[in-house]
């Protein structure tokens, strides 16, 4: 168990904080006070969260990676306290550091939409030493506190990213296997161009690929096909985009690129099983969380 207290760095546009998670914490952690922030959310066993429309239960201390465009809420709390980190893109954005931690398309934005990895002991003591690390520097008033702030976050990005990938692609991330940079690659190609590139052929030619070829390399790697994930992450912005604004389906269906909006609504029906008016009205009564 690690007892954390509640610390915030703020410089010019720049911004990282600390807060505990508890049932004390949990309507101020749900708040829209911290939607707009990246976070890394460590809890113990029997806490239910909800990320976008899947809800996870952990049996044991996990990492959750949540980026500011997603949909994360505590809905029970375990007898333990948990720790949120948070912070800004001008604090630290993955992507303009992809390069240090080789985190995005796999802690974030990962095809399978899996945004959580769970902890053996020793990883669990490592992450612990890391918070209480973190905590402490929040108070001192030495030189380069910010940097230093930086750096924790990233020992624990870079750790839970080699973690990621031996849980969900069985894969060590030690920067030489292949699978797991093809996995990432496709990945961020799919979050960056999804709205306007629809096809599996659209990726292929990206890579300078077959078809066939990307298509077995995610087989290879027990994927599923390079068409169906696409459709599935046009998918999620599209639910997104239904429960969060108030877009009608038409006005979601030309931001997705569809130029037919008939056509987008049958593959919602298609993919979702439900039409789009059905599915908003279903979730926002409470019967919908898939």
């Known amino acids: 168990m690690i007892e954390i207290q509640q610390c915030v760095l703020e410089s010019f546009y720049k911004k990282m904080g600390l807060h505990r998670v508890s049932q004390i914490d949990q309507e101020e952690v749900n708040s829209a006070k911290y939607k707009s922030y990246i976070k890394v959310v460590y809890l113990l066993e029997e806490y239910t969260v909800t990320v976008d429309f899947k809800q996870y239960t952990t049996e044991a201390p996990t990492l959750f990676f949540i980026n500011s465009n997603q949909h994360f809420c505590i809905e029970n709390t375990g007898n333990k306290p948990g720790v949120m980190i948070y912070y800004n893109r001008d604090f630290y954005c993955i992507q303009i550091h992809d390069t240090e931690v080789a985190c995005d398309g796999l802690l974030f934005n ?16 490592v992450i612990t030493h890391i918070l209480k690390a973190i905590e402490t520097e929040f108070k001192v008033t030495q030189a380069q506190r910010e940097e230093m702030l930086r750096v924790y976050l990233k020992q624990i990005i870079i750790l839970s990213t080699r973690l990621w990938s031996v849980q969900h692609l069985d894969k060590m991330n030690d920067g030489t296997d292949h699978d797991t940079a093809f996995y990432r690659q496709f990945s961020l190609l799919v979050e960056n161009h999804y709205k306007e590139k629809h096809t599996v052929a659209d990726y292929a030619d990206i890579m300078g690929i077959a078809p066939k070829t990307l298509t077995h390399r995610l087989k290879k790697m027990n994927m599923s096909q390079p068409n169906e994930i696409i459709k599935d992450r046009i998918m999620l912005e599209a639910k997104r985009l239904l429960i969060h604004t108030a877009m009608s389906a038409k006005q979601i269906a030309y931001h997705l690129g569809y130029e037919d909006p008939a056509y987008f609504n049958r593959l919602f029906s298609l993919k979702v099983g439900d039409s789009t008016s059905n599915f908003r009205k279903m979730y926002n009564e409470g019967k919908m969380y898939n």
Do not use: K, Q, R, V
């Open 110 to 125: 990962n095809l399978s939409n899996m945004p959580m990895i769970t902890l053996n002991p020793m990883d669990t003591i």
